[in-house]
Every structure is written in C-alpha cells, then in structure tokens.
C-alpha cells in the first residue's frame, strides 16, 4: 500500500511497495509542498528564471546559459545506469503528477502569473547542479586573481580564509560507549544560504527494502547528505576541496566561428547563441563558447581573455546520482562508503557509524591531479603545464577511534584535497565543549568568538590616547566574555566597532588598490566585493598589518555615536527568497518579530555577516540533526522555518523559534498508519 502520514511538525512519512514507487512518492510530495521551490531550481538550471520572474535574474541565466548546466544535466542522466535512472524517472513521473495541485496552493505563481512546467526526465540532476555549481572554490579563484593584480601576488594570504560562500558546517561522531551499551552518536550543522523555503526538506523513506529518515534536497529524490537507516548513519561537511579549475583562453573570431589558443595552435571551440526571455522585459542574446577545457563562464574586462570552467562533473558527464540508492540500502558504514565510490561532485568530508559500533571518517568525490597553481588563480590554456592529468585523488576511507570532529578545517584526510581552509577554531571548540560532556544541541548552538588577532587588537591599543567615552568602551570590550549571544550589548558595540574598522580598511594605503574594477561577472560580485572580502577577513588583516590607528579611529566613532544596540537587535534574520508575493514579504517580516539570533560566523554556531557591509544573518545552520544509533527514535532535528514550503500553511516556520533557540524535535519514529493515501 502506497501512503503518506505526516508527524506533529507535517514532516511526510512516506511508505510504498518498492524503491520506485517510493520515489514517484517523494517527487510527488516534493511537488505538493514545495511546488514554487522546485520550480525556481528547475527553471535556474535551465536559465529561465528570468523568464519568470524578471530582469533581476538575469545574471544568473547568463551564468547558467554560458556554464552549460542544463546540457551537463543531459549528459549525466544519459550516462546513469538502468536501475538509477529508472528510480529517477520515477521520482520525475511523482512531481509531475502533483506539480499542479501544489502550484494551485503556491501564491508565487498566482502573482507572477506563471503556471508550473512538467518536468524532463533529468531535471532533478539539474537542480542538484544548482545548489552546487557555485558551492566549490572557483570563484575565490577570481578574486585571488584581483588581489594578485591590484595588490601583488604576495598579498593573496590577507584573504586565505572561507569566502563569502563557504559552508561553516560543523559534523561530529562520539564513539560507542561499551560500559554503558550506548552505540555510536553523530550530530552536525550543515550552514548554507537561508533560503525561503528552507534547502533541506525532512522527509522518511519506507518501503520493504529500507526505512530512511533524513534531509532531501526538494526536487531530488533520496537523501543525499543526511540520514538514519536505522542501522547505520551519515552527515556530510565541505571537504574544502579544490576539484574546479578557471582557464585563461585566448579567442580568436573568423565570422560565427571562434578559435581559441591551444598548446599546438589555434582550434576551434564550440559556439552558439541562446535567447533568454526576460519577464516584463526585451529579450536578450547570450553567446555559449565551449573550449576543450570547458564552458566560457566569463571574460576577464581588464586583460580580455575569456574564463573557462573545468569540473569534474562536465567532465566524466556524471554527477553522484548512483549513489543514491544505495545509500538508501546501507546498514554498515562500508556500504556507506562503497555507495560513495560513485560520487563526483561536491567534494564531502563525510563521517558515518552503525550500531554494530563502527565508525568511519571518508572523503568522497573527485579531486583532479593537476598543478598547484590550478587551485590558486586562472592559469593559462595554452600552457600544457595546467592540463589534467586524467586520474583523481582516491577515496579517503578511514576508521575512526574516539571522537571526530569535521568543520570545514585542514585534516590529515583532506590536506591534499584543497588550498584554503577554515581556521582551526570550530574544530577545537567542538572537542573542547564533548569533553566536557556538553549536549549536542549546547554545542550547535555556542555562541562564544574566539581570541583572535582581531580581539587581540583590542589589547594593543593604549587607553590613555582615547578620549573617555572611547576608553570606557575599549575597557568593556576588554572584559566581555565573547560570547555573540544576541541579549549581549556588549556585542553589539563589538560588532560595530569591527564594523567601522572594516570600512576604514577600504582606504587603507595596503589595501586601498583593491577598490579598482576586477572585471568579472556581477554575478560574482559576492566572492570579488572589496568591501566584503575585507569584512570577512578582519583576523587575517589584523594579523598581517598594522591596524592599532584605524581601530582607534573606528573605537572612537562608535563611542561617540549612538548606542549599538544589543547583538540581537542588528543580527536580523534575512532569508533568501524571490520577494515575488506579499505573502511571503510579510511571512519574513513576522519571523524577524519573533526570533532574535546569537552567533557569528566565526562562532560554533555560525550565523554569517558581513561585517562593514551589513550585520544582518543571511547564511547559518540549514538544518541541526543528532543521529542516535542506540535508538533511532530517540534523534532528533530541526530546520530553520518548517516543512512546508507554502506561506499560510501551519508548517510553513512552525520550527523556527525551536531553531532560533537551538531546541530539537522528534525524528518520526512510530508506526506508519497511512492515515493519507495517494
């Protein structure tokens, strides 16, 4: 019998008579809750959300157009085998079946005056192919190629931290406890965009053949990242991992026909020309260039020379997808791993246990054998020094004994896998609070920066040289916990004061040629922003330069000024969302009412900003989940807003003051009624 339950948060329990009907089962509730959601990714993929929503998204058609994403999606479903590709269509045939029920409850449709489109047979490989394309390093490629040019190449270690885009996900394991028959526990944080709806969709999977309680990406079928078999669990982090390259190329045009440099001359590159329908708005033309390295994304505007983007995906025309079954199937943490022999992309540092005990720390995905310089800057086509090799770095397929620890940080396991990592302090404050026996939920949610050479500068500057109300606040600074607890004045006016130290730092003498154009894409605007990059890396700064003067400067502007204000009152929630209905405008508005947020991007709990551009949170924990292999019932997790993706739906952000408070909730666990039939 084919069915649907839904627990006390409407999380779906899903149960069929096979892996397929269970997936033509999940597509389909993806599509009854999530309808407007996966439409968007779809038409992302496909780059025509401009077509739907207007001339903002143009940008990122361009990208899509040029990048290929579509075309990539093709390529990789025509190469998944029989029995994938099937569990796929099926997923698709779901969707399509409920697409337009959903859209008749989704008011974004109504006020764009758009209708849903059925679904190709690889458009969950698409969308897949959105969430990650730009979730590699490329783009800082592109900015260590502005700060080489304006800066000197010595400079590119002021920035080597994550970039604006980086994950600050957190995973741990603690190892089974023999005295006292617990099994093995693994918790994590995965933190991406704040997207509205949420990225993650709580969903369990049954059918006779496994029992699966985890996070789907809506619009891809399975659960890729997270999930309890009731035998054996897994979570993922970034790896950090450098598997995309940018390639310098040089073109040449004879008519409709582009050559483009090779080590041996000039060859032809592939080349045509898409329209892209813009909403309320003319037509526009985007030009597609493929070389043999790989798709033209870019054009530098300052030398000329087109960017080309070469990964692993385009490059084997496979994704990970064969992957996903299995994973569905695993009971020990070496089916975890040989289901993972598949995946490409994005590289994962992943950490799995069983309730036999076992637990496993992998590396998963393909990282090409290349030169170093690859993974630093674009590096000249025509050069043969920069060709892949043709092999990969192998899977990493570790036991672990005792506790593990994955945030974004250099390992033993991923050294070799990538250039830049986060610091090492998420890491050490995760051991630091499990071996004091802190809950996991305490320990998703620390809220404590540590001592850094930002905070550091504090220390160094002389009270004496600042007038009263400078001093006084340097001296509560001083004595401030450093906790970003959102009740905290004392870190709101942290806050401000780095603030306003950033802005200075946009003039610095050192740092000042930073503000000349870089010539890339707006749509990477948010990895090549001087304003930005300075924001996030205002430890490395003051590390490096001589920054005793503008902190005074900034400590004084503070102090003089208004009150900042308590850490809450700043940090305000911003989801991402389209903002095409006033439904969901409003619905944003009310969340900000009711929650306030703790947390920073350096903190455990890494609720991202940007300091000198704006404190607002727009990337933290998409979801927190403890998975409990002694009994799996007793899991719990939650995700920032609820299971719904519709406004006005009682599941729509009923989780959000959970989130917001760092609470957790059941995992559904009881028996499957079937209470709703489809």
Known sequence: ???????????????????????????????????????????????????????????????????????????????????????????????????????????????????????????????????????STFPNKLWHAH??????????????????????????????????????????????LLELPGVYQQVRLACPEFDVVGLAFPGVPGVPHFGHTGHVAWAVTNAMADYQDLYRERLRRDGDRVLVRDADGWTPAARHVEEIEVRGGAPETVEVIETPRGPVIDHDRVTGEAIALRAPSR????????????????????????????????????????????????????????????????????????????????????????????????????????????????????????????????VHTDDRLPAGPLYRLLDRLDPD????????????????????????????????????LARRLRVHPRLRALDEPCGFDELFAPWTDPAARIGLALDHLAAALDLAEPAAEALAEVAAGPAPGEWGSRHLLHPVHLGVAPAVT???????????????????????????????????????????????????????FGASGRPGDGHFADQLTHWAAGTLIPVPAGPLTGDETT
């Open 147 to 192: 700060v080489a040019r304006t800066l000197g190449p010595e400079a590119a270690g002021l920035f080597a931290v994550e970039g604006p885009a980086s994950s600050g996900s957190n995973a741990w394991a603690l190892p089974a406890d023999p005295a006292t028959g617990r099994g093995p526990l693994i918790a994590g944080d995965p933190h991406r």
């Open 586 to 640: 409003d619905a944003v508005a009310a969340m900000r009412r009711r929650v306030t947020l703790a947390g920073d991007t350096d903190c455990v709990l890494a609720t991202s900003s940007v300091p000198g551009v704006s404190d607002a949170c727009w990337r933290g924990p998409v979801a927190r989940y403890v998975w409990d292999l002694t009994d799996r019932a007793a899991s719990r997790w939650v995700v920032p």
């Open 465 to 500: 040289r600042l007038d009263e109300p400078a001093r006084a606040l340097l001296l509560r600074l001083r004595g401030w916990d450093r906790a970003m607890a959102a009740g905290s004045a004392e870190a709101g006016a942290y806050a401000a004061w780095r603030a306003a």
């Open 1 to 135: 019998m084919t069915g649907v339950d839904r627990d006390h948060w409407g999380v779906p329990q899903l149960r069929a008579g096979d892996a397929d009907a269970l997936a033509r089962l999940q597509g389909r509730v993806a599509a009854l809750d999530r309808a407007w959601q996966i439409s968007v990714e779809r038409w992302r993929a496909e780059g025509r959300l401009a077509a739907h929503v207007g001339p903002a998204e143009l940008a990122w058609d361009r990208f899509a157009r040029r990048v290929r994403l579509d075309d990539t999606a093709r390529r990789c479903y025509e190469r998944l085998d029989p029995d994938t590709r099937r569990w796929v269509g099926a997923y698709v045939d779901g969707v399509n079946s409920g697409l337009a029920e959903g859209a008749a409850a989704a008011p974004e449709f109504a006020a764009t005056g758009t209708a849903p489109e059925p679904w190709h047979p690889w458009s969950p490989l698409g969308v897949f192919l959105v969430q990650h394309v730009l979730f």
């Open 315 to 442: 490059v084997e025309a496979r994704l990970g997808f064969e992957a996903l079954l299995p994973l569905l199937r695993a009971r020990r943490t070496g089916d975890v791993a040989d289901a993972l022999r598949h995946w490409v992309e994005p590289v994962n540092s992943v950490l799995a246990a069983d309730t036999g005990g076992g637990v496993r720390r992998l590396v998963a995905g393909l990282v090409p054998v290349r030169d170093e310089r690859c993974r630093r800057e674009p590096v000249p086509a025509w050069e043969p020094a920069y060709r892949w090799r043709g092999d990969y770095l192998p899977l990493v397929d570790e036991p672990v004994d005792g506790v593990a620890v994955c945030a974004n940080d250099r390992r033993d396991d991923v050294a070799a896998h990538g250039a830049d990592f986060a610091p090492p302090y998420r890491a050490r404050r995760i051991r630091a609070l499990l071996a004091d026996g802190t809950e996991p939920s305490t």
